[in-house]
């Protein structure tokens, strides 16, 4: 006798063969991609001549580009864009030959669930590169403070951004020689401090003490006329580029020009001169003004250096002792 589930299935029309997933069978009408060398192939062939395209792109930008700057932000454009437009060929290839795209889809969103709790500090740090793309707090080197790293920013790339450091052991902002990689994620947890971006002036400050009987009023002449001398082109260009800030943010300046406070010490007269001078000529300027003031301190017999001295009184013996840092003993009759 015929069943009546034998009439209904004689009845359909054939369908073609299920593959047993343990439990009960699914229908896949798909073609294996990893069976079709040919395919395998023509998405090989494409990823290699993106980058082909874009290596010899970037000779061309070494051989045709002088600018440094411009130089690299071309050669990351370029390298960038050709990863891009490779995973988009086999995101679309791969697309191409799967035929139950919604169930694929679904993993998809599964995974990327998993990947962003397990690699949430490189997710974030791939967001900050977009942060630092887009918005642009630094440029290529920009001399910048990130977590109390100073640094010359020498590149930024997806995940991290490269300082050549400064300072550390070397005193006066100059370089270590040292590359520091910082995560990008930084820009969301840290400060930033730019000393160029805009600006590439900073104020320095130089002290100098003198012994109380100085002529410290003409101490203060010798060093005020050491930055006029040494620094006017400076001072000059520094007002043009306070004036292009003014346009873009709140910014007073009474004066740029050179100024000398005066404050009393334990050991003499304390002068301490400000002026303004380019930040990676800090050193220098500040080595060719000390020179300068010694100089002309030497030529002036009221203008000494003051260092720490202890005097002391000796009533039995009738003399005074004069002690300095150094253990130096003067003896002086009273």
């Known amino acids: 006798m015929i069943s009546l589930q034998s009439?209904?299935?004689a009845q359909l029309p054939s369908l073609p063969k299920a593959e047993s997933s343990g439990v009960g069978k699914v229908v896949s009408t798909g073609k294996n991609i990893f069976n079709d060398p040919l395919f395998i192939a023509i998405v090989v062939f494409l990823t290699i001549i993106i980058y082909l395209i874009a290596l010899n792109s970037i000779r061309i930008i070494n051989k045709r580009v002088e600018d440094l700057r411009k130089r690299h932000t071309l050669r990351k454009f370029i390298w960038y864009s050709s990863t891009f437009f490779a995973i988009i060929i086999i995101i679309i290839a791969l697309l191409s030959k799967v035929t139950e795209k919604t169930r694929i889809i679904t993993a998809l969103g599964f995974i990327g669930v998993g990947l962003t709790l397990a690699?949430?500090?490189v997710l974030l740090s791939f967001i900050g590169w977009l942060v630092l793309i887009v918005v642009r707090p630094f440029q290529l080197g920009d001399r910048?403070?990130?977590d109390k790293i100073i640094g010359d920013v020498v590149d930024v790339r997806i995940f991290y951004t490269t300082l050549l450091e400064v300072g550390n052991w070397v005193e006066a902002d100059q370089s270590t020689g040292r590359l520091v990689n910082i995560p990008n994620n930084f820009i969301f947890r840290k400060s930033v401090f730019n000393y160029t971006h805009g600006f590439e002036y900073i104020w320095n400050e130089i002290k100098i003490l003198v012994t109380f009987e100085s002529d410290y009023k003409k101490a203060k002449e010798i060093m005020?006329?050491?930055c006029q001398e040494l620094e006017e082109h400076t001072i000059q260009h520094a007002?043009?580029?306070i004036d292009k800030l003014k346009d873009?943010?709140?910014?007073?300046?009474?004066k740029l020009t050179p100024i000398v406070y005066t404050s009393i010490a334990d050991s003499g007269v304390q002068l301490t001169l400000r002026h303004i001078v380019e930040v990676r000529n800090r050193r220098g300027k500040t080595s060719a003004i000390n020179e300068y003031i010694l100089d002309n301190f030497a030529k002036h017999n009221d203008v000494t250096l003051a260092y720490p001295t202890y005097t002391i009184y000796r009533k039995e013996e009738g003399e005074k002792i004069i002690l300095s840092k150094d253990d130096q003993i003067k003896k002086d009759p009273v």
């Open 239 to 241: 007002g043009v580029k």
């Open 248 to 254: 873009k943010f709140l910014i007073r300046y009474g």
């Open 144 to 146: 910048v403070e990130i």
């Open 7 to 9: 009439m209904i299935i």
């Open 119 to 121: 690699l949430q500090e």
């Open 224 to 226: 005020l006329k050491a």
